[in-house]
């Protein structure tokens, strides 16, 4: 099993580029959340997902970022017209359902500098 | 709004000595707790999750649950400097996402 897979691990993007960041979740794990994380800051939830289906976008900004999480492959994080308030680590993780009480497995991020 | 209030630290304690790392959070009808641990530079790691009042222990850690008061806290017995990180607390919401803190830094001198 290897775990949740997010790449590239490290992302340069000019001012006004768009960034796409890509996150395989675990085998057999079908939910799918998106965290960014400032520097010396917390982890700040973006937006969760299932297989073709938004559950809680309500962290997204309103405007240059979408998420999407298709019925085969990866579930991509994309950041249109980038700026450089948009560099940060970008964490995947997922679990198994959202019922329960466990917590997430993390991928190991995507840096994303604007310069 | 849904918040988890963590004390930023620095935290700072000896080798051999007990850390005590304290969370709050706001929604009263929360069920489940975890505590992750962040070193620097990389992902965050899971290292206790707990649901009822009351201790859990796992090897040095344990989680301390009060739902009445809305305070979770982790005691690290005999700390070691690996255990020098950032430990975030973590609560479920209700759409099933998990709401973070700032983290708590830590740090565990020889």
């Known amino acids: 099993n290897a775990g949740v897979m997010q790449n590239p691990r490290h992302l340069v993007r000019r001012r006004g580029q768009e960034a796409r960041l890509r996150c395989s979740p675990m085998?057999?794990?079908?939910?799918v959340y998106w965290y960014r994380q400032l520097p010396e800051e917390g982890l700040k939830f973006m937006v969760y997902l299932q297989k073709e289906n938004i559950i809680d976008e309500s962290g997204m900004p309103k405007e240059r970022f979408s998420a999407e999480f298709p019925k085969e492959g990866p579930s991509i994080l994309r950041i249109q017209q980038v700026v450089r308030g948009d560099s940060a680590a970008y964490f995947c993780?997922?679990?198994?359902?959202?019922?329960?009480?466990?917590?997430?497995?993390f991928g190991s991020g995507t840096r994303l500098t604007v310069v | 709004q849904k918040e988890v209030e963590q004390n930023s630290g620095p935290l700072s304690v000896p080798e051999g000595a007990i850390a005590s790392l304290n969370c709050t959070y706001s929604?009263?009808?929360?069920?489940?707790f975890f505590w992750y641990r962040q070193y620097s530079g990389k992902s965050p790691e899971l290292i206790m999750s707990i649901y009822s009042n009351g201790d859990k222990e796992d090897g040095r850690f344990t989680a301390q649950l009060n739902k009445a008061s809305q305070y979770v806290s982790l005691l690290i017995r005999d700390s070691q400097p690996s255990d020098s990180a950032t430990y975030l607390c973590a609560v479920k919401g209700s759409q099933g996402n998990l709401i973070f803190g700032k983290g708590t830094k830590l740090s565990v001198k020889p």
């Open positions: 929604d009263r009808g929360s069920q489940s």
């Open positions: 993780a997922s679990s198994p359902s959202a019922e329960g009480l466990r917590g997430y497995t």
């Open positions: 085998k057999g794990h079908s939910h």
